[in-house]
């Protein structure tokens, strides 16, 4: 379902043989010259129909909360934090990229300076897909300096890796091409995104047909907000949770508090998951989603406390469901 009207392609065919995916790419009319006279007139191959599968997986939140325990370990042994400037950060990153690499993503890092460091972006290329409309999926990969940052934002920057391992476990092959990126400097004023953003050629800018943000959404009180930037995507989330039976909310306390703002801004279509921060849930909004009313979301946001115990499991999860669901959706 692209989100901008269609344009008239005239890409090859790409087949899904039985049996599993095996991308063939029929030209239509590159047929191999046969010799004259005695060999029977060459077919041109007609193009198969390109199938995808109509379903995402399933995200393991297991192996969502195995890179939240990576990015804890990664925290505890560089001065306990992932920091921009700090060798927590870059170890992340690499850990990340290592992942990524070994799935088959062509991975390069972007490097900035800003608060007198060298800061880095990791943008992850899924090979194939119509290199004029590309969908992105981010998130922001630097925690506070006061602690690990795992719920903000190590649940986001494990969802997005995950489903990215997910979409190279499938072998998926969706008619648009498919970037996930991790951002350096959120917590210093959306430094990354924004460079990556003011750094697009006009073709590259206008070839992303979105871009998802998940910046906290495992909040250990967790409640469940929808960002209403873009109607097409907001749909798209709100009719996964409506099949889970989970009522959500606009989200409304982060309109430029995250790094789908730089992109907004530049005229992208955005969305993204919001579980919530230092705001209180309130009475209301407890007897829908449980947990605790005149608590806040996330007690231990920007604080040393937001570790692996920080995280509610079943937020986690769906939430990482609802990404995966939302990336097979928008990429065909
Ligand atoms: N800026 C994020 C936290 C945050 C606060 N409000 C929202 C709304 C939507 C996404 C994120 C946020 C941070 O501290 O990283
Ligand atoms: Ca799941
Ligand atoms: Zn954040
Ligand atoms: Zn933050």
């Not at 001065?79 to 390069?108: I, K």
């Not at 006009?202 to 469940?224: E, H, K, Q, V």
């Not at 009719?239 to 430029?256: C, H, R």
């Not at 790094?259 to 005229?267: I, L, V």
Request: aromatic share 8%; hydrophobic share 40%.
């Amino acid at each position: 379902m692209p989100l901008r009207r269609a344009r008239l392609r005239s890409r090859p065919a790409a087949a899904v043989l039985a049996g599993g995916l095996l991308t063939a790419l029929l030209v239509p009319g590159a047929v191999a010259a046969e010799p004259a006279a005695t060999a029977p007139a060459a077919v041109e191959a007609a193009p198969a129909a390109r199938v995808a599968p109509e379903q995402a997986p399933d995200i393991p939140v297991a192996n969502v909360q195995a890179h939240l325990a990576r990015f804890q370990s990664i925290a505890a042994a560089n001065g306990g934090n992932r920091a921009h400037g700090r060798p927590g950060y870059r170890a992340s990153l690499d850990y990340v990229r290592q992942q990524l690499d070994a799935a088959g993503f062509t991975t390069r890092v972007q490097q900035f300076s800003t608060f007198g460091s060298i800061g880095y972006n990791l943008v992850a290329d899924w090979p194939g897909g119509d290199p004029n409309q590309v969908l992105m999926a981010g998130a922001h990969l630097d925690s506070v300096s006061s602690g690990p940052g795992i719920n903000d934002n190590g649940t986001g920057s494990a969802a997005v890796l995950e489903t990215a391992l997910a979409v190279a476990r499938a072998g998926f092959q969706p008619r648009e091409h498919l970037r996930f990126t991790w951002w350096g400097a959120e917590e210093l004023g959306l430094v990354g995104s924004r460079y990556y953003v003011a750094n697009l050629s006009s073709a590259d800018r206008a070839a992303i047909t979105g871009y998802l943000n998940f910046d906290m959404i495992g909040s250990p009180n967790p409640g469940y907000f929808v960002y209403d930037d873009d109607p097409q995507i907001e749909k798209v989330f709100k009719d996964f949770y409506a099949g889970l039976g989970v009522p959500t909310e606009i989200e409304t306390e982060g309109d430029g508090r995250s790094d789908h703002a730089a992109f907004k801004n530049a005229g992208v279509p955005v969305g993204g998951l919001f579980t919530g921060a230092s705001r209180t849930k309130s009475a209301a909004q407890a007897a829908k989603w449980g947990g605790t009313a005149g608590q806040p979301f996330d007690r231990c946001y920007h604080s040393s406390c937001d570790t692996t115990s920080n995280v509610n499991s079943t937020a986690l999860d769906r939430n990482s469901d609802a990404l995966a669901h939302a990336v097979w959706t928008l990429a065909e």
